[in-house]
């Protein structure tokens, strides 16, 4: 408790302490966004252009290793490394999207159901619980075999499965903020209710949303991987960490390099985005540790 | 983490449970015994309701065929002793006397009738087409039997043993009784049904008074046949000796069990949709070849396991053309083609394939993609459900330029049953392409092929209609396919270039 104490009031006094326990999660996360954001620049070839004469060829502290192919080839000949660069491109544009979409929602929904409370919420709370009953894998399948696959509809998807935490937690805390001497005096004072939301109630509960939506990135980046894994995910040729390890699985004992390293890539950068939501709790807001996990 | 400690121990336990059973080739009372694992199960026992190659290889085993194909294709006699054509439009068949079914029962021409004309009946089986050409069947006497065709088809002998002509008795050849053959099938076949629990095993055992054995006794008494889809639990299932045979090994793991292989009656190729600009300009189409590099897709996708062909047919086909080569990559020919047929700036077309239709489906899509885009031809790879797939393939709807993989086998071992199977108007292609249609060359070649009963003059006409598609390139043609199974070292195989694997054609070393 004493750390987080000290997180949330930085005593500039005491001089600067670095918060260890958030930079050093967050340089995976950093690395992944930079390789996100600069892919075309940072990847040594293309994607998506393969040589058959030069697949499964090993990474370059192996023998037999490919000038220029760092971390290999894969099972087209495709360099391992550049693939990886670009899929950090399509799972973090995804997951961010989606998050996006779903904290927006969620969070609206959630105010709107907590604030008026009633009939609405009734219906909200019921809608909520029976999605959370509802297996989400087997959800993503039915709406994606009738939509098809595409990155848009992938956003949606997983949006649809990341709005329910928001606005179950959201909610709760409106619930219990709204009765506040200075929620009602805003309300006395006549202020109408998109301004007791957005202006009072919105900035007290931010920073559990932000929190929320750091967990959120990282578990919609593992369900976007699983989607992919079965084929339902991005579409080849273009390079996501799902679909480059299921390629790979029936090569995992000629080619180690063409399953480990993607799936290398969803493990630390999804770990490093759970350690730095932990953080980000820890400095944000103390009071909701049960809460949001 | 308790419960999935006690899933992983349970399913430890399930595994060592079915090694110890598999694990006795010899039965309890010393009876020889083989496990087959094909990636699928077999969707129905009744031979009329599908011409899928793994479940065919179910019904090959139970049931008998008029004519069979030996080991090497050559035909031979099975349920029909001899066969002679009376006139043009008719011929009588005699059948073997004494053959039994396996309830007990004789075979008698009656039963032939009855299973023929089910398959006559449109909308009662699936393989209707393979005999569209038979207008009657009449029974002449206990084993004598008469075929009436439409017009002069030579290719009568060969249409008794293609699949879908097998014979089971008159009985559950009604609507009613097919109900209960496509759960307990009775034939006349080598083996015969004892039980079956889907997706886990189905066992038959030898038919010691089966016609076939030629005075020999049956070298395995029992087989199961396991089915497992996975390709990497499949091939250690073999490792591990829980399995005999296993069919469908990936050819990048060939070298890590025992592999027997054999040239197949199989092709690999893209129906292609050129019914629109650009594909409907034959240089684009023949452009799609020569900036495809099949030689190296077919070494480094395929471990060299195919043969790069052009013109339509197999050379298991009776009208395989060897003057016909496969085009050669030339990049630079695509490119002056494509700038030819006024496309230079490039076109697009959208590559579709049904998950597990082969082995590394979706790399050959990719592979092609890439290939193609050197020479500006722009492919969307869409890979898509199989259920999907089926219903492009039966509702004839691949989109305009679009093209669709597909591994066609020839049914007959003759051009009519692969080329004119898959090109005539009503086929999975014809109604892509121009050539198809009736008025066109090669239209008009393959129908008089089809009713010519002179051996050398279809050969002629066959000769015609390869070269037509090898200029015309109504479809992407890649590759001959290879056959390729893996077999623990007791037992002794010969695999079939025709895919089908027949307990009966086994032997086990003691």
């Known amino acids: ?293 | 983490m308790t419960s999935s400690w006690n899933r992983r121990r349970f399913l430890a336990a399930a595994g060592a449970g079915t090694l110890a059973v598999a694990a006795r080739p010899l039965g309890a009372q010393g009876r020889s015994q083989v496990v087959i694992s094909q990636p699928a199960d077999a969707t129905t026992m009744d031979p009329g309701r599908s011409t899928q190659v793994l479940t065919v290889n179910y019904f090959a085993n139970v049931y008998d065929t008029l004519t069979r194909w030996d080991n090497t294709l050559k035909l031979q006699p099975a349920l029909a002793t001899a066969w002679k054509a009376v006139n043009e439009t008719t011929w009588d068949v005699t059948l073997r006397a004494g053959v039994k079914f396996h309830d007990g029962l004789p075979l008698t021409a009656d039963d032939v009738k009855a299973c023929y004309d089910r398959i006559l009946t449109p909308g009662k089986t699936v393989v209707t087409a393979g005999f569209a050409t038979i207008e009657s069947v009449q029974v002449q006497g206990p084993t004598a039997l008469r075929l009436v065709t439409k017009k002069p088809d030579p290719l009568i002998p060969v249409r008794m043993a293609q699949m879908g002509g097998y014979v089971y008795p008159a009985r559950l050849a009604t609507d009613e009784g097919v109900k209960e053959l496509a759960r307990k099938p009775i034939g006349t076949g080598a083996y015969r049904f004892v039980e079956w629990a889907k997706d886990d095993r189905l066992v038959m055992d030898a038919n010691r008074e089966w016609w076939g054995w030629d005075g020999k006794p049956p070298a395995v008494d029992r087989v199961i046949w396991k089915p497992i889809p996975d390709d990497f639990a499949r091939l250690s299932a073999l490792q591990r000796g829980e399995v005999d045979v296993i069919t469908n090994v990936p050819p990048d793991q060939m070298k890590i069990v025992r592999t027997l292989t054999v040239p197949a009656t199989r092709t690999v190729a893209f129906a292609m949709n050129a019914t629109q600009p650009p594909l409907a300009d034959k240089r684009v189409r023949q452009a799609l070849h020569y900036a495809m590099d099949i030689q190296s897709i077919v070494k480094n996708l395929y471990a060299g396991q195919g043969r790069a062909m052009s013109g339509g047919v197999a050379d298991t086909d009776f009208g395989y053309n060897p003057a016909l080569k496969a085009y050669p990559y030339e990049p630079e020919r695509a490119r002056k083609l494509l700038a030819e047929a006024g496309v230079a700036g490039g076109i697009d077309v959208a590559l579709y394939a049904g998950s597990g239709t082969m082995v590394n489906d979706k790399q050959l899509l990719e592979a092609l993609a890439d290939m193609w885009s050197k020479v500006g031809i722009r492919a969307r790879v869409e890979m898509v459900e199989m259920a999907s797939r089926q219903k492009m393939v039966n509702e004839r709807a691949l989109p305009a330029n679009s093209l669709l993989l597909i591994n066609p086998q020839s049914t007959l071992l003759d051009a009519d049953g692969s080329l004119w199977r898959l090109l005539h108007p009503t086929g999975l292609n014809g109604k892509y392409w121009i050539g198809s249609q009736p008025g066109q060359r090669f239209h008009d070649v393959m129908e008089a092929a089809r009713y010519t009963l002179d051996a050398q003059k279809r050969r002629e006409l066959y000769v015609e209609a390869t070269r037509i598609v090898h200029e015309d390139k109504p479809w992407l043609e890649l590759f001959q396919e290879v056959v390729l199974y893996g077999a623990s070292k007791r037992v002794t195989l010969k695999p079939r270039a025709d895919y089908r694997l027949l307990a009966s054609e086994l032997t086990l070393a003691r």
């Open chain 1, 1 to 293: 408790m004493s750390e987080a104490i000290a997180a949330v009031a930085p005593a500039p006094a005491r001089g600067r302490r670095i918060p260890w326990g958030m930079v050093i999660p967050a340089v995976p996360v950093a690395l992944a966004l930079v390789a996100a954001l600069a892919a075309p620049w940072v990847a040594p070839a293309s994607p998506t252009a393969g040589d058959l004469a030069a697949r499964l060829k090993p990474p370059m502290w192996q023998e037999a290793a490919l000038a220029g192919r760092p971390l290999g080839t894969d099972l087209l000949g495709r360099d391992v490394l550049s693939r990886l660069i670009w899929g950090a491109r399509i799972s973090l544009v995804i997951a961010v999207a989606a998050t996006a979409l779903g904290a927006t929602v969620g969070s609206v929904i959630g105010l709107v159901s907590g604030y008026y409370r009633g009939r609405l919420d009734r219906v909200v709370t019921k809608v909520i619980d029976v999605q959370l009953a509802f297996p989400f894998v087997l959800l993503a399948i039915a709406v994606i075999a009738v939509a098809g696959p595409s990155v848009p509809v992938l956003v949606v998807v997983l949006a649809i499965g990341a709005w329910v935490a928001h606005a179950r937690i959201v909610r709760g805390l409106v619930l219990s903020l709204r009765e506040r001497d200075y929620v009602q005096a805003a309300v006395a004072l006549g202020a109408r209710t998109p301004r007791v939301l957005f202006r009072h109630l919105l900035p007290e509960i931010l920073s559990v949303i932000v929190v929320l939506a750091t967990f959120d990135v990282g578990r919609i980046i593992i369900l976007e991987s699983t989607l992919s894994f079965l084929g339902l995910g991005v579409q080849p040729p273009t390079p996501s960490w799902g679909s480059d390890l299921r390629d790979a699985a029936v090569y995992v004992r000629q080619a180690w390099w063409t399953a480990t390293f993607p799936g290398l890539a969803i493990m630390i950068v999804v770990l490093g985005l759970n350690l730095v939501g932990d953080a980000l709790r820890d400095a944000l807001d103390p009071r909701t540790r049960r809460m949001t996990r």
